[in-house]
């Protein structure tokens, strides 16, 4: 059975850090596709960024290039996302998705994605 558990979401204050952790089991990191995505109350889930576990191709989301960090460990069979100077704009549950292959499309497409984590809650506010 295939497992992607997120965690290291929390409250935060407005300008914080925070790293989230997806923790992955049953597929091994280096085989296949990553991205985090987020979704805040009342929109659409969104793309944040991306990882290839296979050849650490990286991409992310326009505007968020400059606080954003993608990584990976396949010693550890976990994907992470490091974001810097939060807003309340950033405010979301925040998503790991898996996928072997993405058959043409972006990686920002939710329906790319065949194995998705429970989501952590990131609330920044002062």
């Known amino acids: 059975e295939v497992q992607l558990v997120e965690s290291g979401g929390g409250l935060v204050q407005p300008g914080g850090s925070l790293r989230l952790s997806c923790a992955v089991s049953?597929?091994?990191?280096?085989?296949?596709?990553f991205a985090w995505f987020r979704q805040a109350p009342g929109k659409e889930r969104e793309g944040v960024s991306f990882i290839s576990g296979r050849d650490g191709d990286k991409d992310i989301e326009d505007g968020m290039m400059d606080r954003i960090t993608i990584s990976s460990d396949s010693a550890k069979n976990t994907v992470y996302l490091e974001m810097d100077s939060l807003t309340p704009e950033d405010t979301a549950i925040y998503y790991c998705?898996?996928?072997?292959?993405?058959?043409?499309?972006?990686?920002?497409?939710?329906?790319?994605?065949?194995?998705w984590g429970q989501g952590t809650q990131v609330t920044v506010s002062a």
């Open positions: 049953g597929i091994r990191v280096g085989g296949y596709l």
């Open positions: 998705a898996a996928t072997l292959v993405l058959y043409g499309t972006t990686w920002r497409n939710t329906r790319a994605y065949e194995f």
